[in-house]
């Protein structure tokens, strides 16, 4: 009954670093996102696919990259860091009802 | 375009006080509402969605097309509802997102 598994929980880049973060889900959802949330701000959205093989930006796409591998996963790439990309990270899947990751605390310096 | 309100940041509530949180939409179609909790640290998960019109932990939520809003309600917080609440919208059909508003923050005070 894993849901909505989404990894590393905890992480920490210097500015110029880049990084993925992973996301899989078993319950065989078209839709999936990626949100960032801060302090003040709710969650907003940065990217969506709505199937596989299929993106869509989202509010706040700039400094990501997306793929959608498969049905199951959907992965979030930085490709050079910044402090403005500080924030919580979760990923979702939705059928409309959406399930969401543990989230990911990612933080630039 | 689909667009979630929530006008409050932060309601601040006596326990045993009944509480409302607020929330307008707007989308062309026929939308399908949510609203999440988020408890401290945790992920976020389901609180109620409108087409089920359940009743989860207490809380209450009405569609009003009318007004355009889907407040979530509870007649008596509990201190164990402090948490952060979101409300939600997707369009009926494929490649309809999910969009959020920017959450409430709901703090029962004893």
């Known amino acids: 009954n894993a849901g909505v598994t989404q990894t590393p929980k905890f992480q920490v880049l210097k500015t110029g670093q880049s990084m993925t973060l992973q996301c899989a889900q078993d319950?065989?959802?078209?839709?999936m996102y990626w949100y960032r949330q801060d302090p003040g701000m709710g969650l907003r959205l940065i990217y969506y696919?709505?199937?596989?093989?299929?993106?869509d930006k989202g509010e706040v796409p700039n400094g990501y990259n997306v793929s959608r591998l498969n049905k199951r996963e959907f992965s979030l790439r930085l490709e050079s860091a910044a402090p403005s990309q500080t924030s919580v990270y979760f990923c979702?899947?939705?059928?409309?009802?959406?399930?969401f990751g543990q989230g990911t605390r990612l933080t630039v310096v | 375009a689909q667009r979630v309100t929530q006008p409050e940041k932060l309601l601040s509530v006596f326990k045993g006080a009944p509480v409302e949180l607020k929330c307008n939409y707007s989308?062309?179609?026929?939308?399908?509402l949510f609203w999440y909790v988020q408890y401290s640290r945790q992920r976020l998960q389901l609180l109620l969605r409108?087409?089920s019109r359940e009743s989860i932990k207490g809380f209450t939520a009405d569609l009003n097309k009318g007004e355009t809003s889907f407040h979530l309600k509870k007649p008596f917080a509990q201190e164990e509802d402090s948490a952060m609440y979101y409300c939600?919208?997707?369009?009926?059909?494929?490649?309809?997102?999910?969009?959020f508003g920017a959450g409430t923050i709901l703090r029962v005070k004893s």
């Open positions: 409108h087409i």
């Open positions: 319950m065989n959802h078209n839709s």
């Open positions: 696919s709505a199937s596989e093989g299929t993106t």
């Open positions: 979702a899947s939705s059928e409309p009802k959406a399930f």
């Open positions: 939600a919208l997707s369009g009926r059909g494929y490649g309809n997102k999910l969009v």
């Open positions: 989308y062309s179609g026929s939308p399908e």
